[in-house]
């Protein structure tokens, strides 16, 4: 009975610990709302409670930017980038982890050594390439080179390499099917907690995208939601009420990308690539 009412009293406390740390942490996403929700966002107290400025808000945020056009190009490239990297990085994971051919652990190292670079280091050689190519003003430069990132390709081949079995892709060979085949019909399918980790990572990093966008973008009008809101921010007379409303639209891609992945992105830690 002892023992029991200890288990109970500890488990309570774990509870309580998490729900005091989601509180924490959920917090700063509902004070973006409230304040979306008024038009002078400095008050003495603190707003804590929504306002009724929300539309307000809105309209002087479209009449101020064209957040919808921004919206668009942001929500495109973040949607393609995602696809994109998650089927070209499970591409090269899948070689990695599966094949056996000269140069495997050189090529594998020299990946590895372009996460060490600072990506400001390349800003003007991106830029020159991006000219020269033709990209510049388009939204190539921001979904092309992120395609087959070194983090992509790393996370998926340790990923399929510890859970999909070789005598799996063994038996689908045995059934005729092709190494494409294969990839398709046998390791996206087994892959899933694996895609869902990078397809959160790619979108939420492709959303936020600030520095390759005012680059590649700076005109605000046909650029992204970060450069929108960084140039709203930099004009304002000193309300913000419109620059938190966008800010608080912009959230939600990313709380519908987390949600949508997180029940994958759990069962990674769980489960393997076969069940009984």
């Given at each position: 009975m002892v023992h029991t009412l200890e288990s109970r009293a500890r488990l309570g406390g774990i509870y309580v610990s998490l729900g005091l740390f989601a509180l924490i942490f959920a917090f700063p996403f509902y004070y973006v709302f409230v304040l979306a929700s008024w038009s002078n966002i400095y008050s003495n107290p603190p707003h804590v409670v929504f306002g009724s400025d929300l539309m307000v808000n809105i309209r002087a945020l479209l009449t101020q930017v064209p957040f919808h056009v921004n919206f668009f190009n942001s929500l495109m490239i973040a949607v393609i980038s995602t696809i994109g990297t998650i089927f070209f990085c499970t591409m090269a994971g899948y070689a990695f982890a599966k094949f056996e051919f000269k140069g495997k652990k050189p090529i594998m190292l020299f990946v590895l050594a372009t996460m060490a670079?600072?990506?400001?280091?390349?800003?003007?050689?991106?830029?020159?390439?991006?000219?020269?190519?033709?990209?510049?003003?388009?939204?190539?430069?921001?979904?092309?080179?992120?395609?087959?990132?070194?983090?992509?390709?790393?996370?998926?081949?340790?990923?399929?390499?510890?859970?999909?079995?070789?005598?799996?892709?063994?038996?689908?060979?045995?059934?005729?099917?092709?190494?494409?085949?294969?990839?398709?019909?046998?390791?996206?399918?087994?892959?899933?907690?694996?895609?869902?980790?990078?397809?959160?990572?790619?979108?939420?990093?492709?959303?936020?995208?600030f520095v390759s966008a005012l680059i590649m973008l700076p005109n605000p009008k046909t650029s992204t939601i970060p450069v929108a809101l960084s140039s709203l921010f930099v004009r304002s007379d000193g309300n913000f009420g419109g620059l938190m409303a966008g800010t608080a639209i912009a959230l939600f891609p990313l709380l519908i990308a987390f949600s949508f992945f997180s029940k994958k992105i759990i069962s990674n830690l769980t489960a393997g690539s076969l069940k009984a």
């Open positions: 670079i600072p990506p400001f280091l390349n800003i003007i050689p991106f830029f020159k390439m991006m000219v020269a190519f033709g990209w510049y003003q388009t939204w190539l430069p921001l979904i092309v080179p992120t395609l087959a990132n070194a983090f992509g390709i790393f996370l998926m081949t340790q990923f399929l390499e510890s859970s999909i079995p070789s005598d799996l892709l063994s038996a689908a060979r045995i059934d005729g099917l092709n190494e494409f085949q294969i990839l398709l019909y046998v390791v996206f399918p087994l892959a899933k907690p694996g895609i869902a980790i990078l397809g959160t990572v790619t979108f939420i990093g492709s959303w936020n995208n």
